[in-house]
């Protein structure tokens, strides 16, 4: 069974940092490309980054560039996002997300994680 | 950036209804589109990929279509587990979700 368990949320001061990590088991982690999906509270989705299935390439939405880095441990079959200067609107919660097929949509969703930036 | 419109953002149906709910791409997408439902507090599931495909387990009620640009996802006789929140997905170039869709059925 595909499982995304997502950790590391919490209360954070605005300017600080904090990483997130996504503990993917059931699949072959090392295959697959993933994502961090966010929401914040009652509002709708929005991706934020990719990383390929090898960790070389990278992507990111414009607001978390240069703020934002997602990365991951093959070895772990872990997924990171370690996010920097963090900001009162990234407020949300924070879905890890399984890539499949050609066409790139989500099969497998974590539970989320709820990340609370205020001072 | 591809820019999704979806509508309606709610809408209230009968189980005897057929619920269409669409997302305008602003520019081609090549059928690079995914539906996802959302119950509250929950994770998004997968519902439809490549614009008209079922995902595993999904009931077949659930269906995909496109016309030009403006995609759709239709549901048969909705049973009341069906309410919640559909979003749609471009995948094309980056990653882009619908506005969402808040299903209430009545």
């Known amino acids: 069974e595909v499982q995304l368990v997502e950790s590391g949320g919490g209360l954070v001061q605005p300017g600080r940092s904090m990483k997130l990590s996504c503990a993917a088991s059931g699949f072959t982690f090392n295959n697959y490309d993933m994502a961090w999906v966010c929401q914040a509270p009652k509002k709708g989705l929005e991706w934020v980054a990719t990383?390929?299935?090898?960790?070389?390439?990278?992507y990111y939405r414009d607001s978390v560039k240069g703020r934002f880095t997602i990365s991951r441990d093959n070895a772990k079959s872990t997924l990171y996002l370690q996010m920097d200067s963090l900001r009162s609107e990234d407020t949300a919660t924070y879905y890890c997300a399984r890539f499949e097929g050609i066409t790139y949509y989500f099969d497998y969703w974590g539970q989320g994680v709820m990340v609370t930036v205020s001072s | 950036d591809i820019q999704m419109t979806q509508s309606p953002a709610s809408l209230s149906a009968s189980l005897e209804e057929i619920v269409t709910i669409t997302c305008k791409a602003s520019?081609?997408?090549?059928?690079?589109l995914s539906w996802y439902q959302q119950k509250p507090g929950k994770s998004p599931q997968l519902l439809i990929y490549?614009?008209?495909s079922l995902a595993d387990g999904v009931p077949s009620r659930f269906s995909g279509s496109r016309s030009g640009t403006q995609y759709s996802l239709k549901i048969s006789r909705p049973q009341v587990d069906d309410s919640g929140i559909y979003y749609c997905?471009?995948?094309?170039?980056?990653?882009?979700f619908g506005g969402g869709t808040k299903l209430e059925l009545k």
């Open positions: 990383i390929s299935y090898d960790g070389s390439s990278t």
């Open positions: 490549d614009a008209t």
């Open positions: 997905l471009q995948s094309y170039s980056t990653w882009t």
């Open positions: 520019q081609g997408i090549d059928d690079y």
